[in-house]
């Protein structure tokens, strides 16, 4: 499929992209495992939170505050979005070049408008990752798997064993790091074969997982969205693990919203809404994951976004079916944070 105009997402597209920015920021969050880039670009004003205490202490201490005091006058709602965990995914990174390309210049790469998106993200502090996984993004040779069949999607995503055959999923996790057990590296890893969702987070091995888990520190976001791709599965949050119910809940809550946005829009049957709670007595017990592990840094909302990636298979979404759903999801995302920090911006604007 010959995709279209405003699906970029290469490196070389991030690149460029990075070098268009004007209004934002841009930094190095860290090189990756293979020497490659990872951008963090921000828009907004951003806070300084001195930390008294670290988060585990502070609940300690039975006072978050001492943490991260999100009281003072002046605080700013904080939003991270990450793209690529998985290098293969590249949903959530095509809708972040879009979003800077609407920040900068007011349209999208396609050069529409989108008003709702741009009033949401108002008053916010936009942290965007469009690559986190820049190593396996580079492996992969094409830009979307639009249309693409099962064995290519698979090949590209988890790899191949020694013996030529696919490493498949969830079966790709077995080996960790898996670099010397696979002919071809799939896009999941970075170059030393670390699955940074999977990673040790007590000991990092990755320095991807962590630069993640410092900004998640450092900055303390009230909402952090990691965007993955879940081959044609309906958009969806997956509910975040081993975390407080009132958390649970508050994911649920976004999800609803995202869902009802969606339905205004026309498109409601894109997105499905995440369960209330998380089957906590299963077993083998579900993974302890990045996502987890970024919401115990800090204490705050971290949740997984499942795309569908538009196989050539059931449930196929469009590529413009996947880019309008993930754009109503940043906007809601924008709104939720300036709601639970008690901020309403279009008072302000009055
Ligand atoms: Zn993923």
């Known amino acids: 499929m010959q995709t279209p105009i405003f699906w970029k997402g290469s490196l070389e597209d991030i690149e460029q992209s ?7 920021k841009v930094e190095v969050l860290c090189k990756s495992a293979g020497n490659r880039n990872i951008y963090l670009i921000e828009y907004g004003e951003r806070n300084y939170i001195k ?3 670290n988060y585990s202490s502070a609940t300690g201490a039975k006072d978050l505050k001492c943490y991260a005091d999100k009281t003072q006058p002046g605080y700013v709602p904080t939003v991270l979005l990450v793209g690529a965990v998985h290098g293969g995914e590249f949903e959530g990174t095509v809708a972040m070049l879009n979003l800077i390309s609407l920040l900068e210049t007011g349209r999208d790469l396609a ?12 008053g916010t502090n936009l942290l965007l990752i469009p690559c986190l996984n820049v190593d396996g993004r580079a492996r992969v040779p094409f830009d979307a798997f639009l249309d693409k069949d099962y064995e290519t999607f698979r090949y590209y995503s988890q790899g191949t064993w020694k013996d030529g055959s696919l490493c498949e999923w969830p079966d790709c996790k077995a080996k960790h790091p898996i670099i010397d057990h696979v002919d071809f590296l799939g896009s999941y890893f970075n170059d030393d074969g670390i699955n940074l969702m999977h990673d040790n987070f007590f000991f990092p091995m990755a320095i991807e997982t962590k630069a993640m888990l410092r900004l998640s520190d450092q900055r303390v976001p009230d909402v952090t969205i990691h965007l993955h791709g879940g081959s ?20 649920y809550e976004l999800a609803m919203q995202v ?37 115990h840094i800090n204490g705050e909302m971290c949740i997984t976004y499942e795309s569908n990636q538009g ?5 196929q979404y469009t590529p413009e079916q996947i880019y309008e759903i993930i754009m109503i999801l940043f906007a809601e995302t924008c709104r939720y944070a300036k709601d639970i920090m008690g901020i309403d911006t279009e008072e302000e604007s009055e």
Do not use: W
């Not at 990075?18 to 934002?24: E, H, L, N, R, Y």
């Not at 196989?311 to 449930?315: T, V």
């Open 18 to 24: 990075v070098k268009s920015i004007k209004k934002g």
């Open 51 to 53: 930390h008294e205490a």
């Open 111 to 122: 050069g529409n408008v989108n008003e709702d998106i741009l009033d949401a993200v108002k």
């Open 232 to 251: 044609n599965t309906t958009s969806t949050f997956l509910q975040t693990r081993y975390v407080p119910s009132f958390m649970n809940n508050r994911i």
């Open 259 to 295: 869902k009802l946005a969606a339905e205004e829009k026309g498109c409601g049957e894109l997105f499905q809404v995440c369960s209330q709670e998380t089957n906590a007595d299963s077993y083998p017990p579900p993974s302890f994951n990045l996502v987890s592990a970024c919401s």
């Open 311 to 315: 196989l050539d298979d059931e449930n």
